[in-house]
């Protein structure tokens, strides 16, 4: 018989912990709203959610490894957003948040969420912070959620 493993939205007993850029506060503030939402709703209680602001976009993936490593956390979600001005700034800044979060989930079993919008415009990171898009926050947590069951399963 096939034996299948499928991830639950249910935040269970673990903790999260979510990492959130104060750079572009006006977004990743809804982003976090939107994560701490999706997760009291499956039914995480307050204790169960630890936030960590760090100043922008660069600084998640260096707490973001610290929490991971420390064994203390179900998952791990990174919340910010990268608007593209007028320099070449918002490339190196996406390159780096996208490889760290990456380079987390290669070196650690602690799932790390990608939820760092990168946006060409402010109105689209509006739309993805709770309007036309949906809510990014909201979206990463559902899969910290689903992947801490995941993980949960093979171990």
């Given at each position: 018989?096939?034996?299948?493993?499928?991830?639950?939205l249910?935040?269970?007993?673990?903790?999260?912990?979510?990492?959130?850029?104060?750079?572009?506060?006006?977004?990743?503030?809804?982003l976090l709203?939107?994560?701490?939402?999706?997760?009291q709703r499956h039914?995480?209680?307050?204790?169960?959610?630890?936030?960590?602001?760090?100043?922008?976009?660069?600084?998640?993936?260096q707490?973001a490894k610290?929490?991971?490593?420390?064994?203390?956390?179900?998952?791990v979600i990174?919340?910010?957003?990268?608007?593209?001005?007028q320099t070449s700034?918002?490339?190196?800044?996406?390159?780096?948040?996208?490889?760290?979060?990456g380079?987390?989930?290669?070196?650690?079993?602690?799932?790390?969420v990608?939820?760092?919008?990168?946006?060409?415009?402010?109105?689209?990171?509006?739309?993805?912070a709770?309007?036309?898009?949906?809510?990014?926050?909201?979206?990463?947590?559902?899969?910290?959620?689903?992947?801490?069951?995941?993980?949960?399963?093979?171990?």
């Open positions: 018989m096939i034996q299948e493993i499928k991830g639950q249910t935040p269970g007993k673990g903790n999260y912990s979510i990492v959130v850029s104060r750079f572009n506060e006006f977004i990743t503030s809804k709203g939107g994560a701490i939402d999706c997760l039914g995480a209680s307050d204790e169960q959610i630890h936030v960590v602001w760090v100043p922008g976009a660069c600084e998640i993936t707490a610290k929490l991971a490593s420390s064994g203390k956390y179900a998952a990174c919340l910010g957003a990268v608007i593209r001005g700034h918002y490339d190196y800044v996406c390159q780096q948040v996208v490889r760290g979060i380079q987390i989930n290669y070196d650690y079993a602690t799932p790390t990608f939820g760092v919008l990168t946006c060409e415009t402010f109105e689209q990171a509006v739309e993805r709770g309007t036309k898009m949906g809510n990014a926050g909201s979206d990463a947590a559902r899969t910290a959620m689903e992947m801490a069951n995941v993980i949960g399963q093979i171990e």
